[in-house]
């Protein structure tokens, strides 16, 4: 038998290296946590060792029934008891004489015993449930992966078609719940080809875009999103793309970003070129009274501060955004460049203030679009713009769904998943209601 721990920073990491190092016949036989993550024992050719037998012991054995003994005279003694007790007071109650040897008590009220207060619980320490929840999490985890892993090869062995169709899902980068939902609208669609092509049409039509421009609809918009999305140089584009259209009369840009380095100079710089007026709106500056002079603009764009989550000047600048008498179209902008975890954060951080749709930025240097496609399908959020180079405003387009779909599958991978990333993705069905694949 072949033993060895393996560390890693989470369980599936943990799993990998497993599957990679001993194959897929080892056994898990513990866990734990550790600094910085967690450590596995695997064994190959592992056998769990029989129980000893069992040695009796005579002396304990002859305890037990001398015990035994004793109960069952107990138990007579107290019937016997009971019956004179008994008699007693059926001679009582009939108005019978008693015998000079039962003198008459008067009875007394003994109050019952109070139940005695429980004694407090020892307290517990507190690292003791988090060893015990890190130890659950560890198992589900473990579970899900097991799980994945023989619901996709069920899925190879059973329905080989649809397997293909998995792994081409998988290269655009698509979630797995968006991908199971696609498949669930093709599974009566015999000829691959045809299925194909029946599957990006439905991803199309999940895409949503504005029935009107948002320049076109005019009011306040604001460009929303963590830092290095490009919220900023869309903001240029799209007040390139109106003076250009309608002329700088109706226009104005409102800077909030008093954090970056040379943010603020940025911006006065685009309002000069452009001759559009610029506001600055400084942190703790009501930016209602900020925009109340710019209302009679046509169009009124909003630069905002990129920020972490757990920055407290976040939360009061989408507080600001959010106020009633603001009424500002909020625009998430997302850089497709952006891991799956990034662009998942971001909305999570981002949605507290309202947003009226996403705006996709980095087109011309991404290498997949899936993971931001499956973000904006999932939670319905209108795709508005896109944009795909630095030119001003010549890389500022409006989506076409198809056409984005076509792009998509253009900058899929070239090379098919593993095995390992299908099992994964498999796996992460399980967080979700649906648990049915294939």
């Known amino acids: ?14 799993m990998k290296l497993v599957r990679d190092e001993l194959g897929a016949d080892a056994a898990i036989i513990g866990n734990r946590r550790i600094a910085g993550g967690v450590e596995l024992t695997a064994a190959l050719d592992y056998t769990p060792q029989a129980l000893a037998p069992r040695v009796p012991n005579m002396e304990l054995e002859d305890e037990l029934r001398k015990t035994a003994s004793r109960i069952v005279s107990a138990q007579a003694e107290l019937s016997m008891r009971g ?22 008590v008067e009875p007394t009220f003994v109050e019952p015993p109070r139940p005695a207060a429980p004694a407090p ?10 060893s015990m929840r890190f130890e659950l999490n560890g198992l589900r985890e473990l579970l899900e992966v097991q799980l994945g892993s023989l619901a996709w090869n069920q899925l190879q062995g059973s329905k080989p078609q649809q397997a293909n169709l998995w792994r081409r899902l998988q290269r655009i980068g698509l979630s797995g719940p968006l991908s199971r939902d696609l498949l669930a609208l ?28 948002p320049l076109e609809e005019g009011g306040v918009i604001a460009m929303v999103g963590p830092a290095g999305m490009g919220k900023t140089t869309t903001l240029a584009k799209l007040a390139a793309r ?12 409102v800077s909030m970003d008093s954090y970056r380095i040379g943010a603020q100079e940025q911006l006065k710089t685009l309002g000069r070129i452009l001759n559009v007026s610029v506001t600055h709106v400084d942190p703790g500056q009501s930016l209602a009274n900020a925009l109340d002079p710019l209302l009679r603009k046509r169009v ?61 930025t980095k087109l011309d240097e991404t290498a997949s679009l899936g993971e931001v496609l499956s973000l904006a399908i999932s939670h319905e959020l209108p795709v508005a713009y896109l944009t795909d180079g630095p030119r001003i405003p010549d890389d500022l387009h409006l989506p076409r769904r198809h056409q984005l779909v076509s792009r998509a599958v253009s900058v899929q991978m070239q090379e098919e998943p593993s095995e ?19």
Not at 307 to 319: I, N, V
Request: aromatic share 8%.
């Open 1 to 14: 038998m072949q033993v060895k721990r393996f560390f890693a920073a989470d369980m599936r990491q943990a």
């Open 83 to 104: 019956d004179s007790d008994a008699t007693t007071n059926r001679q009582l109650f009939a108005g019978l004489p008693l015998t000079a040897a039962e003198p008459l």
């Open 121 to 130: 619980a020892a307290a517990v320490d507190q690292r003791v449930f988090d």
């Open 186 to 213: 093709t599974t009566e669609i015999e000829e691959p080809r045809q299925a194909w092509r029946m599957l990006l049409a439905h991803l199309a039509r999940m895409i949503v875009t504005p029935e009107i421009e």
């Open 242 to 253: 109106y003076v250009l259209k309608y002329g700088a009369q109706n226009i104005a840009l």
């Open 300 to 360: 009124v764009l909003i630069d905002t501060a990129g920020l972490q989550a757990s920055d407290p000047a976040l939360r009061m600048q989408l507080e600001s955004l959010a106020g009633r008498g603001i009424k500002s179209k909020n625009y998430l902008v997302l850089a497709t460049t952006s891991q799956k975890q990034v662009l998942t954060a971001a909305y999570h951080s981002y949605k507290r203030c309202g947003l009226a749709g996403c705006i996709l």
């Open 420 to 438: 390992e990333a299908m099992a994964d993705m498999f796996a992460d069905l399980y967080h979700s209601p649906a648990k049915r694949v294939g």
